[in-house]
């Protein structure tokens, strides 16, 4: 018999930390750049009848010794129909040595913090060592996250938020977030002032179309634009590209599925030619990351297989070590 542990939202909640979902990542994406992961293209499939989307997204990091997949599904009719979320996710690890299963897990609070992590990781290579003013559009599961991974790798003086929702959602948002981080939070008047302001800039809406303009942008900015994750969505417009010294979690990733990459490619102004390096080959001192304290430096994130696998199986060794979670045989 094969003992399986069995870890729910609240065990992964009790064993991840944003300090050690960034430092595992790191190692990830260093394995990454190295050639030392095996991640085939996210699979999605459509189950039309029922208004739902399956992403089945598998990852091998020899490094780390995580192998598995992540399951998303994505169902609107969920919560009217069903009383459930919209938004699911699953994750199975197997034993490398022997192809076994050995976790199955909630993937929901894991996706979230290891959305943030990267983040935290692209600021620590490429935002300049001086920055103290993050602003945050967002406020939503993933802002969250971004706001605690960017406060891990600088230290700030103060957190801008701007987003369109109802100002009492706004102020409790702001709340929170000082409360989690420690840094004084408070939200912006508008767009282009926060912007303007800002020495970390990170987007994580849910906008298709640009949501900042390039004008606004200052010489030193760091830009983490992690909301739009699909083929013509975008939240950058194109001179913030144009504009950009770009970095990108994966190059093919971004290729098939960045649109804040592929319109300005589509119009001519900018060219896949101009991404500066993956952030892996920056972590592994194979290409530079920021050169100098004018640069407007750009991290672009799709999310991938390897964040997941990555970080559950630290998930999954933590659980272990200090007993949480259910054995069941399988």
């Known amino acids: 018999m094969t003992k399986v542990r069995l870890l729910s939202k609240a065990n992964v909640a009790e064993v991840l930390t944003m300090e050690g979902a ?3 990542l790191e190692s990830a994406f260093a394995d990454f750049a190295a050639g030392k992961v095996a991640m085939p293209v996210r699979t999605p499939i459509k189950v039309a009848e029922h208004s739902g989307l399956a992403l089945f997204m598998p990852a091998y990091i020899s490094g780390l010794g995580a192998l598995g997949a992540k399951v998303v ?3 609107k009719e969920n919560p009217a129909k069903h ?3 919209n938004v699911m996710g699953t994750i199975l690890l197997l034993d490398p040595e022997t192809g076994a299963p050995i976790c199955i897990m909630d993937g929901g609070y894991l996706t979230a913090v290891r959305t943030g992590a990267v983040s935290g990781l692209a600021t ?5 060592t001086d920055a103290r003013v993050h602003t945050l559009f967002g406020t939503g599961v993933q802002a969250r996250t971004q706001a605690w991974a960017v406060a891990h790798a600088r230290q700030l003086d103060r957190i801008l938020l701007y987003s369109v929702d109802d100002e009492a959602v706004k ?3 702001a709340k929170e977030v000082a409360e989690k981080t420690g840094v004084p939070t408070e939200v912006a008047k508008d767009a282009e002032s926060a912007v303007q302001a800002a020495d970390i800039l990170t987007l994580a809406t849910s906008a298709t179309k640009p949501i900042i303009d390039g004008a606004w942008l200052e010489p030193g900015l760091h830009i983490n634009a992690i909301g739009s994750h699909s083929p013509g969505a975008r939240e950058l417009d194109t001179e913030s590209v144009v504009k950009s010294k770009v970095f990108a979690d994966s190059l093919d990733a971004n290729k098939a599925e960045a649109g804040d990459f592929q319109l300005p490619a589509e119009e001519g102004a900018w060219s896949w030619e101009n991404v500066a390096a993956e952030i892996g080959q920056v972590i592994n001192g194979n290409k530079p990351g920021r050169e100098n304290d004018s640069e407007i430096t750009l991290f672009k ?3 991938l ?5 990555a970080t559950a199986g630290y998930v999954f060794r933590e659980a272990l070590s200090h007993n949480i979670g259910a054995d069941f045989e399988f």
């Open 171 to 173: 102020l409790a948002f």
């Open 301 to 303: 994130s799709v999310g």
């Open 124 to 128: 620590k290579y490429l935002a300049r």
């Open 305 to 309: 297989a390897l964040q997941d696998l």
């Open 83 to 85: 009383k459930l979320p």
């Open 73 to 75: 599904t994505v169902y």
């Open 22 to 24: 960034i430092s595992i």
